[in-house]
């Protein structure tokens, strides 16, 4: 008669048991159970180059990415995750605006400089402006089962503030039109 298989090997903790690769007794996560994990701030850039012009587009753009980190909650070795899923634009000004991604170049968005973008603002007075974004991370964590589990609410993560200098534009006369000379002053 043959021998019966040894009992699975099982290590129990007030939490449950895990055997194998299987987990039993996962316990829920809360945001306040991942209060010692915080995703990276998110950059932040503008087109032009740190200025903008009055009365038109500013190009303001941010960058997050998904972003993984390993830890202990509740005694258990997991993987947190966080995903950007939103993105909110302060642009110093009072004006703020909401957008599901950080923005993209004009020449990534294939556009002309000065023109409207997703996240762009159009600044009404002259000065420097304090520009930020907050992003609000999903999170998930996986307890080494390759299954993630998501937590209810959003994690914040905000950028240190970008400086927008403001300026006026005036027009010149000039010998050509811009059809006449497109390489002339102002064209």
Do not use: K
Not at 19 to 30: K, M, N, Q, S
Not at 45 to 64: D, H, K, L, Y
């Amino acid at each position: 008669m043959p021998e019966p298989a040894p009992p699975a090997r099982e290590e129990c903790g007030p939490l449950g048991c895990r055997e194998g690769y299987e987990v039993a007794g996962l316990p829920d996560v809360t945001l306040a159970d991942l209060a010692s994990f915080r995703p990276a701030a998110p950059s932040l850039s503008g087109e032009p180059a740190g200025f903008g012009v009055q009365g038109m587009p500013t190009n303001i753009v941010a960058a997050a990415s998904e972003q993984r980190l390993p830890g202990t909650v509740l005694d258990w070795d997991v993987t947190v995750r966080f995903t950007p899923a939103s993105f909110l634009f302060e642009y110093g000004d009072g004006s703020s605006a909401s957008a599901p991604n950080g923005g993209a170049s004009w020449a990534q968005l294939g556009q002309a400089q000065f023109t409207p973008t997703a996240t762009s603002h159009v600044y009404r007075e002259r000065g420097t402006y304090a520009v930020a974004v907050s992003v609000q991370y999903a999170a998930s964590v996986d307890f080494g089962n390759g299954y993630w589990r998501p937590v209810d609410g959003f994690v914040t993560a905000t950028s240190a503030g970008y400086d927008v200098r403001v300026v006026e534009v005036r027009t010149a006369l000039v010998d050509e039109t811009c059809r006449e000379n497109p390489s002339g002053p102002g064209c």
